[in-house]
């Protein structure tokens, strides 16, 4: 007999698929609040990604119940301000073969820690024109209130608040 019920069984499954989205998809959508109240949304790195990312891999690897989420912008872009004004944020990971997805709620944080942000760092972003010692490199980082998936006319929500 099994420790888990059928719903332990299909939430970790769930979220098992979640994180495989995660570990693999080339880009993840931000989305922000603007000025005038209406949802902004923006393709951005997606650092949690193995392959472009595999220095990052032992970091993430510690946060597989928490869906931890890092992005790397520039502090004087309108997400940043954006976020100052309003910290409510949602980031969508898509599968597009798969057609899967799922989104991630919560209040996104702005990093001031400098360690933190240099071990995120990555020397191919000074194309963007910023050092990770630079007043203009801005690391935001979410640790997700709930995580939503949606696939094959069924909807999950699951609250990960005490997951961190």
């Not at 902004?40 to 650092?47: D, V």
């Not at 990052?56 to 912008?73: C, G, M, P, Q």
């Not at 949602?90 to 989104?103: I, L, M, P, S």
Request: a positive charge; aromatic letters at 16%.
């Amino acid at each position: 007999m099994s420790i888990f019920t059928i719903e332990d069984h299909k939430e970790k499954k769930i979220k098992n698929t979640c994180l495989k989205i995660m570990e693999n998809a080339n880009a993840c959508y931000l989305t922000t609040i603007d000025e005038e109240g209406f949802p902004t949304t923006r393709a951005m790195l997606n650092l949690r990604n193995k392959k472009q990312f595999p220095k990052l891999i032992n970091l993430f690897n510690n946060h597989k119940e928490d869906f931890l989420i890092y992005f790397s912008t520039n502090t004087s872009s309108r997400k940043v301000a954006q976020i100052k004004a309003n910290p409510k944020a949602c980031v969508y990971f898509c599968d597009t073969k798969a057609h899967k997805g799922f989104r991630l709620l919560g209040i996104m944080q702005i990093v001031t820690d400098m360690e933190e942000k240099k071990a995120l760092w990555h020397d191919w972003w000074k194309i963007y024109q910023f050092d990770y010692n630079d007043p203009d490199y801005s690391v935001l980082r979410l640790f997700p209130a709930f995580l939503e998936y949606y696939y094959q006319l069924e909807n999950y929500r699951f609250d990960l608040k005490d997951k961190k």
